[in-house]
């Protein structure tokens, strides 16, 4: 049984809970929901987050390594958590979180990490703790789209408050950042600028990860959109999961006709979409001119993935 964990990241806004959960259909995986979110469950992961895409290194792994490895061997912090609660939701998904890990504990399940904000840290994940590495990447114009309908404003501070993440592949991007702070409502002009450093950088870290025979599966958005099911029968085969009828069928109902194409503002994260549908809809959100633009901003990375 392979028991490596496996790591699925991109970009935010690009399918990474979609392809995280149609990979964790198996009993034998366990979904772990983004430890390195800032607002996430210290029960699942017991440290603090100060930054959105936090950047782990060897500089820096004293902080992260320990509790890393807990929760990959599905330890849950039930006191932690306990003391966090602050809501009935709190409640429900400590319930939700326990059952996972303790179920996953009894079963040997396969640690499956969905963390976006694990993106610029790929290395680290698969020398450290021999993560298989599976990245989501979204076509720019569909991404810009996204964080536009949801008015989704990213603070560039939470990057340049890394100096080792700056270091080691955001310092081109400095000015840009530091332009970005001053325009809190240029949400076409974010989203371009996030698009091109996480995928120049994804870029980067591949090429150092192929050098050391460290796979990356790349998981693109309108790929798995148009053709789900031989889409993740693919992944499912190079990173050793079980494909039967039942992940055929949850599948094909998470991403069928019936669904609809576009996600309710209040359900952000829902998996059940009509794919093929939903690939059309940031039409419906730019305009000509924000097409334009991100075409432009985002084009000297934009060709190296969408030709």
Not at 230 to 241: P, T
Not at 293 to 299: A, F, N
């Amino acid at each position: 049984m392979n028991l490596k964990p496996i790591l699925v990241c991109g970009a935010h806004r690009t399918g990474t809970t979609w392809v995280g959960k149609m990979l964790a259909i198996p009993n034998d995986v366990a979904y772990i929901s983004e430890p390195l979110n800032v607002h996430h469950r210290r029960g699942v992961f017991d440290v603090l987050v100060k930054h959105w895409y936090t950047y782990i290194c060897a500089d820096n792994e004293e902080q992260y390594l320990p509790a890393f490895k807990e929760t990959l061997s599905l330890r849950y912090h039930l006191w932690k958590e306990i003391l966090s609660l602050r809501s009935r939701k709190d409640f429900l998904r400590m319930g939700r979180d326990m059952s996972i890990f303790f179920r996953g504990r009894l079963s040997h399940a396969r640690p499956l990490l969905k963390d976006p904000f694990a993106v610029f840290s790929l290395n680290w994940f698969a020398q450290r703790l021999g993560c298989a590495l599976v990245v989501t990447i979204r076509h720019p114009l569909a991404f810009a789209s996204s964080l536009k309908r949801l008015g989704w404003r990213f603070d560039f501070s939470d990057l340049l408050a890394q100096p080792l993440l700056m270091r080691d592949g955001l310092e081109p991007y400095r000015i840009d950042m530091e332009n970005m702070l001053t325009n809190h409502d240029d949400l076409i002009g974010q989203a371009s600028l996030q698009w091109r450093m996480v995928y120049d950088l994804v870029e980067k870290q591949n090429q150092i990860l192929a050098s050391r025979q460290f796979p990356v599966y790349s998981a693109k958005h309108e790929d798995l959109s148009l053709d789900p099911v031989n889409g993740f029968r693919e992944l499912y085969q190079r990173l050793g999961l079980a494909y039967n009828a039942k992940v055929e069928k949850v599948i094909i109902t998470s991403s069928g006709e019936k669904n609809p194409s576009e996600r309710s503002k209040n359900k952000v994260h829902t998996v059940r979409l009509d794919s093929r549908a939903n690939l059309d809809v940031w039409q419906k959100w730019l305009s000509q001119e924000e097409i334009k633009r991100v075409l432009d901003l985002t084009e000297d990375i934009r060709v190296r993935y969408y030709p």
